[in-house]
C-alpha cells in the first residue's frame, strides 16, 4: 500500500499534484481543507465553528481534523493506499495519525514536500483566488497569517518524518509535468 503526505506550505501546489498522483496510483486524496469546506457547505455545526478560524486563516483544532481523517480511513478500508494533502499540519497530528494507521496495520510511506518561497506563493494564491472563490485566497494580510502558521506550527512536522527516514523535499517551482516526474521518481524508489 501506498500512503504518502504531500507537503509544503499554502500554494505550494498540492492540490495540482495530488490530482496528478492519484490518477497514476488511484489513491484516495484526503484533504482536511476540502472536507472543511465540504463541512461549511454542508452548514454543519463543525463547518461553522472551523469557518470562523479559517477566515482568520488559523489552523482549527488538532482533535477536528485527526476525526475528520479517522472516519474516512475507517470508510475506506479497501483502498490502495491515501494520499494525505493539507494534513499532518502539526507534529500532534503526525504522532496521531501515525497511530491511527498502525490500528489499521498500516503506516506512511513517504513525506514528499514542495519547497516554493513565500513571495510566490503569495502571488501564485492572490492568483488562485481569482478563479477559486476562495475567501482566503483573496486578501494578502490573511495569505501571510496563513504562511506564517504552517511557518511556525506546520514546518516542523518535516523534522518529524525526517526522523523516521520518510522525508523528501523537491523544488516546488518549474513546470507541473517536471515536478510530477520527480514526484514519480520519488514514489518508484520509496
Ligand atoms: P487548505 O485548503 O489546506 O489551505 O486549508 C484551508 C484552511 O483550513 C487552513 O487555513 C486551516 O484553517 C484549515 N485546515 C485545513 N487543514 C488543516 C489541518 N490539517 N489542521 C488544522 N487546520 C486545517
Not at 474516512?72 to 491511527?100: C, H, M, W, Y
Not at 498500516?106 to 518561497?117: K, R, W
Amino acid at each position: 500500500m501506498l500512503n504518502l503526505v504531500l507537503f509544503g506550505p499554502p500554494g505550494a501546489g498540492k492540490g495540482t499534484q495530488s490530482a496528478n498522483i492519484i490518477q497514476k496510483y488511484g489513491l484516495i486524496h484526503l484533504s482536511t481543507g476540502d472536507l472543511l469546506r465540504a463541512e461549511i457547505n454542508a452548514g454543519t455545526s463543525l463547518g461553522l465553528e472551523a469557518k470562523k478560524l479559517m477566515d482568520q486563516g488559523i489552523l482549527v483544532p488538532d482533535a477536528v481534523v485527526i476525526g475528520m481523517i479517522e472516519n474516512k480511513l475507517n470508510e475506506n478500508k479497501a483502498a490502495a493506499g491515501f494520499i494525505f494533502d493539507g494534513f499532518p499540519r502539526t507534529v500532534a497530528q503526525a504522532e496521531a495519525l501515525d497511530s491511527l494507521l498502525a490500528s489499521h496495520d498500516l503506516s506512511i510511506t513517504q513525506m514528499i514536500a514542495l519547497e516554493v518561497a513565500e513571495e510566490e506563493l503569495t502571488q501564485r494564491l492572490l492568483e488562485r483566488g481569482k478563479s477559486s472563490g476562495r475567501p482566503d485566497d483573496q486578501n494578502e494580510e490573511l495569505i501571510r497569517k496563513r504562511v506564517q502558521e504552517y511557518t511556525e506550527k506546520t514546518a516542523p512536522v518535516a523534522g518529524y518524518y525526517a526522523n523516521q527516514g520518510k522525508f523528501t523535499g523537491i523544488n516546488g517551482v518549474g513546470e507541473i509535468e517536471e515536478i510530477f516526474d520527480q514526484i514519480l521518481s520519488i514514489i518508484e524508489r520509496s
